[in-house]
């Protein structure tokens, strides 16, 4: 169940992970990258976190999928909740009931969910998050504002997250809850 108020919410579910997660390098040609990444943790944590609707919060690049911002900023917490750094070995379930052996990059995966513009277009090897793999159930677009955004929703039943994926022009928006 949801946590709302003064409660963190996903307490403790990532804290094997915290050690490890990094951020990766900024994109080069990304104008928000050196001293000004630190100032969109600051937004995120402010915009999407301060309500208590999510837990945690990240932006990528769309041209590539790299995440460059996340939050809560405490202990780079946000970065532990959204994101392993480098390749990984996963595993997907196979339409006959096995497990198949993946290599998982979660760049690469956010930046496929990124591309996406129906259900029909969903990655190959879903989306990973932190570790966990995401359960694709919804993606359509939306008007915010004047702008066209597309909304992709993932679950993972494990966890007991969901992440809502709003996809602009440029722009990766990542917002976890659960």
């Known amino acids: 169940s949801s946590h709302f108020g003064s409660k963190p919410l996903c307490p403790g579910r990532f804290g094997a992970q915290r050690a490890r997660a990094r951020p990766p390098p900024p994109h080069p040609s990304e104008k928000m990258a050196g001293a000004e990444a630190p100032a969109w943790d600051a937004t995120l944590e402010e ?25 809560p900023q405490e202990g780079e917490a946000g970065w532990a909740m959204l994101f392993k750094d480098g390749e990984y070995e996963g595993e997907i379930a196979q ?20 591309q996406m513009k129906s259900m029909d277009q969903r990655p190959e090897n879903g989306l ?42 440029t722009q990766i928006i990542v917002a976890m809850a659960n």
């Not at 999407?48 to 911002?69: H, P, R």
């Not at 570790?131 to 677009?141: D, H």
Request: with cysteine.
């Open 47 to 71: 915009w999407m976190l301060q309500e208590g609707y999510c837990c945690a919060a990240a932006m990528a690049n769309l041209e590539d999928g790299a995440m460059y911002a996340a939050a």
């Open 95 to 114: 339409e006959d009931d096995t497990m198949k052996k993946i290599t998982v990059n979660e760049v690469t995966c956010l930046w496929e969910v990124g």
């Open 128 to 169: 990973w998050i932190a570790g966990n793999k995401y359960n694709l159930v919804s993606c359509k677009e939306e008007d915010v504002g004047s702008e066209k955004v597309l909304l992709t929703i993932a679950a993972n039943r494990a966890t007991k997250c969901t992440v809502l994926i709003a996809t602009t022009k």
